[in-house]
């Protein structure tokens, strides 16, 4: 313990000029495959997806903003607590992580365009990006992108999962939900 808190304040004075990136990559950088992609530049690492969904982004929104059904068409997901709601608070519990509660304040709340999520400090920063751009009437371009940054990420970084499998089964099953839910009710 001792050597980590040593090491902690050596590093201090590197650490200080570190900055945080809130979004590495622009929605539009995005490749519109549902596969999700990795990047590390010197100050961050983001992993990013994007998927084409038929259905209104108003749908997406209502999809990506009901809390309360997360668990019954998102299977990345083992809790989430709270209002997802402009300066909302939300306590998620994830299965890449689930030992571990993940407090994230909604930071932007534009519907149905963009909301974003945010846990940690200057030192060791996630930001999560949702952003939905309609395609004509009834269609909507989902990206989430993640950015982690800060002084911490390269102590940090080797202890992250690949989040890719997670990123491509949350926008796979969004889109599954949408889509549902924007389906002509049958007779």
Not at 75 to 97: N, P, W, Y
Not at 104 to 125: C, H, I, Q, T, Y
């Amino acid at each position: 313990m001792r050597r980590i808190a040593v090491a902690l304040l050596l590093a201090l004075p590197l650490l200080a000029g570190c900055s945080t990136t809130r979004l590495l990559r622009q929605p539009a950088e995005v490749p519109v495959t549902g596969k999700a992609e990795r990047t590390r530049t010197k100050q961050a690492l983001d992993y990013s997806v994007a998927v084409a969904i038929a259905a209104p982004p108003a749908t997406v929104w209502a999809v990506l903003t009901d809390g309360t059904s997360y668990k019954s068409w998102n299977r990345t997901v083992v809790s989430l607590d709270g209002t997802i709601a402009a300066g909302g608070r939300l306590a998620l519990v994830s299965h890449v992580a689930p030992k571990r509660t993940f407090k994230l304040k909604v930071s932007e709340f534009d519907a149905p365009r963009l909301m974003v999520w945010e846990d940690g400090n200057s030192m060791f920063l996630g930001v999560r990006t949702f952003t939905l751009t309609a395609s004509g009437d009834t269609a909507t371009t989902f990206v989430m992108s993640e950015t982690f940054s800060g002084g911490m990420l390269g102590m940090i970084e080797g202890k992250l999962p690949d989040f890719r499998a997670d990123f491509e089964a949350f926008a796979a099953d969004l889109k599954k939900e949408a889509e549902r839910r924007a389906a002509p009710a049958s007779n």
